[in-house]
């Protein structure tokens, strides 16, 4: 259960604006290749390339269902797009070019908002999915589970955390074999990182 004040952090530091998201994405995009060139046939499309991939950054930046993007473009686009398009835009996108974006967005955050400090964490994750394994000499159907590995910074100007990077293993994977691959390629002023050291398990220590 989050804690009785995080609504109203959540809300005062404006994460979920919406319009503020798709204008940052737009002038993101506007300095990169168009990720398609327009087709010459058949009607022309209601957005341009770059616009219909601001619209997918603000789906994955607030995590909304193509539904809730559908309700909320009224509100950022000043018209409507149907929810079945952003399905079909973010299977066209190339890796390589979502990537690129997501590392200027990473940037831009980085410049308007102050970690205080770092801290990684893990935690399981249990699937729908199905998989026999033997038990007790006799074959059982479980549900499949994996371990989230994520670094984390915590931003007290903007009452937010901040996921810098995040990776998904088998369950059975010790934490502190991930460290390496989550601080690749980190670059912060924080003043302290926290972190549970594998030896003791149950104590926090601080380092610069």
């Known amino acids: 259960m989050p804690h009785l004040s995080y609504h109203a952090a959540r809300h005062s530091a404006k994460l979920e604006n919406v319009t503020a998201v798709y204008k940052t994405a737009t002038s993101l995009v506007a300095r990169l290749p168009p990720p398609w060139e327009r087709s010459r046939r058949g009607r022309p499309p209601k957005l341009s390339s770059r616009e219909y991939l601001a619209v997918c950054v603000v789906y994955v930046c607030l995590d909304l269902t193509y539904r809730e993007v559908e309700g909320f473009a009224p509100a950022f686009l000043d018209e409507t797009i149907d929810h079945s398009n952003v399905g079909k835009v973010l299977k066209r996108l190339r890796p390589s070019y979502v990537k690129l974006v997501l590392g200027l967005l990473r940037k831009r955050l980085k410049g308007s908002v102050e970690i205080d400090f770092y801290f990684v964490d893990s935690t399981g994750i ?51 074999s991930q460290l390496a691959y989550l601080l690749r390629g980190l670059e912060g002023e924080a003043s302290a990182f926290l972190a549970i050291p594998p030896t003791t398990g149950n104590a926090t220590s601080n380092s610069p």
């Open 126 to 176: 249990s699937t729908p999915r199905l998989k026999t394994r033997v038990k007790a000499l006799k074959k059982v159907r479980e549900h499949e589970f994996y371990k989230l590995h994520v670094l984390v910074g915590y931003s007290s100007g903007a009452s937010a955390l901040v996921v810098l990077a995040a990776r998904v293993t088998k369950s059975n994977v010790v934490d502190g």
